[in-house]
């Protein structure tokens, strides 16, 4: 056994507005520069919906993540050695900027220089890639308008794939729709396809901490590692002709505090926290033949901070201990594994992916008040579940590789829990069977309320902070971020050579950010 520390998130779908701070205040500390107009490390996503880029699902074309060889191996679904090889200049399996979005902007310049007149100045969009004047097709959540029309939502790869399983149950008509809101990062994955799929050996896994980096000196930009990745959170930087993605705001992170996105989440629905897990066994967990198989392998991995077994392990394995006391307070951990409420996002994919979800309950009984049933009673919630307009199958393809049954054990914890903290603020008896019909009692239905509901901050982030040996070098971790400005490394250098807008790259002229050189001058 090889203990590991992993630092990993939850969000609780139930919560989610849909109000975009999360995506707004990633971008501008992250991604608001020349090169990255079309990057969000964080997006929400409208569901039913293609995505963002759209159709990221669909693996055919897609080609990310593992697969399974009939020898009970895993391989990239993207292809060994040889095929990047044979593709190494010219990737087949890439997103189009039509798949994410052409950027704009606006000529506001126009509002303010127009001359007076009878007609009212507009603002034209422009492309923010070429300049020109251009009218904007498609955008990071274009599906947040039009997720429900039978035009869009239908095109949803997860809808198309259980189509045919839940047939009439998926209503697109008007009066029928519904929808939920789904963000989404980087997964931080325990077997990361993007990690395996680069060339150049600049995408790696921190041991520390499990959180998935680009080394920007060696990353060459190949692009191998956008294909790899099924999610697509992998971007590339076109100006500097390397490749970004979510850093999990490791420097706020080293120093205790909780990423850009959680800081700001409007409806507090993110939660941070470290699992510890065994190592030795990822590869073969994520190699179990039945996908249905997978949540529950990916669960097995985790490893219980309180037993005292795996507190010596992780002792010996140089995990600190306060990593580890934040392991036993973890509110990930307890919504995880404690409560079995949070799932992860397509583990079909088998990279293990550490961003899970709660999945979301309100539109049920929604639902139930909406027939004149009393829609907080638990017992017709249950009734309810299989009823959602959006059945269950679909999240059960969104989250347990189409097995519906971890997805319905855990709505019917959530409408348990609503139901018998219903009666507590009401100053009835609580329904003690209602709790023992889910696998609960009093007391643990008080606590899990507690982190859903009423959680504070130190409560929903606990965040071991890096090493006393580490600090000097965080010290002057706002100039060694490689993310932060033209200058920082990694960045070409600034406007000098080495920078290249590989969007208007002409035949004939060389992408010096592409090819390293000796110090003699020579291409390595």
């Known amino acids: ?150 035009e869009h939502g239908v095109a949803d790869p997860v809808l198309e794939r259980v189509r045919d399983q839940v047939g009439a149950k998926v209503k697109m008509e008007f009066e029928q729709s519904f929808m939920f809101y789904l963000p989404r990062i980087c997964e931080h994955c325990l077997n990361p396809a993007c990690v395996a799929s680069c060339p150049s050996g600049a995408m790696y896994k921190r041991e520390e901490d499990g959180i998935v980096l680009v080394d920007q000196e060696r990353c060459r930009g190949w692009r191998m590692c956008v294909t790899g990745c099924p999610y697509k959170k992998v971007y590339f930087n076109h100006k ?39 190592a030795d066994r990822v590869a073969e967990a994520a190699a179990v033949p039945d996908e249905h198989d997978l949540y529950p392998a990916q669960l097995d991995l985790l490893l219980d901070p309180h037993d005292p077994d795996v507190v010596r392990a992780a002792e010996r394995a140089g995990i600190p201990r306060d990593w580890i006391g934040a392991a036993q307070r973890s509110p990930v951990y307890r919504l995880i594994h404690d409560y079995r409420l949070a799932l992860p996002l397509h583990p079909e994919y088998r990279t293990m992916p550490m961003v899970w979800y709660v999945p979301p309950l309100s539109p049920v009984a929604d639902a139930v008040s909406g027939s004149g049933f009393d829609g907080e009673d638990g017992h017709n919630l249950f009734g309810a579940i299989d ?26 914890r959530l409408a348990a829990m609503r139901s018998y903290m219903r009666s ?40 071991p902070t890096a090493g006393i040996g580490q600090a000097h070098a965080l010290e002057s971790i706002a100039t060694q971020c490689s993310l932060d400005t033209d200058g920082g490394p990694g960045m070409g250098g600034g406007p000098e050579p080495g920078q290249v807008d590989l969007l208007s790259w002409r035949e004939g002229e060389r992408p010096d950010a592409l090819f390293p050189t000796l110090s003699r001058g020579g291409d390595r």
């Open 424 to 463: 507590v603020t009401l100053g009835r008896e609580p329904d003690d069977q209602l709790a023992a019909a889910v696998g609960l009692d009093g007391e643990r239905m008080f606590a899990m309320h507690r982190l859903l509901a009423l959680a504070k901050y130190d409560e929903r982030y606990v965040i």
């Open 387 to 412: 009823a959602l307009r959006i059945p269950v199958e679909y999240l059960a393809e969104l989250f347990t590789a189409g097995d519906p049954e971890p997805v319905r054990a855990s709505l019917r």
């Open 240 to 278: 500097t002709g390397k490749a970004e993605k979510c850093t999990f705001c490791y420097p706020r992170v080293e120093a205790g505090q909780p990423t850009v996105c959680s800081e700001t989440c409007v409806g507090r629905l993110r939660y941070l926290g470290v699992l510890l897990y065994d």
């Open 1 to 150: 056994m090889r203990i590991m520390a992993q630092l990993a998130m939850v969000m609780n779908l139930d919560k989610c507005i849909g109000c975009h701070t999360c995506s707004v205040t990633c971008k501008q500390t992250w991604t608001n520069r020349a090169g990255t107009e079309y990057v969000w490390f964080n997006n929400v996503e409208t569901r039913p919906g293609q995505g963002y880029p759209r159709r990221y699902e669909d693996q055919e074309s897609g080609k990310g993540g593992w697969v399974r060889t009939p020898g009970g191996k895993l391989k990239l679904r993207a292809g060994g050695r040889l095929r990047k090889l044979a593709t190494v200049f010219a990737n087949p399996d890439l997103p189009e900027i039509g798949d994410y979005y052409e950027p704009w902007t606006y000529e506001y310049r126009t509002l303010l220089d127009a001359p007076l007149g009878d007609d009212v100045p507009t603002a034209a969009p422009v492309s923010a890639v070429t300049g020109q004047p251009m009218q904007p097709s498609w955008g990071p959540n274009w599906d947040d308008d039009l997720g429900g029309s039978t």
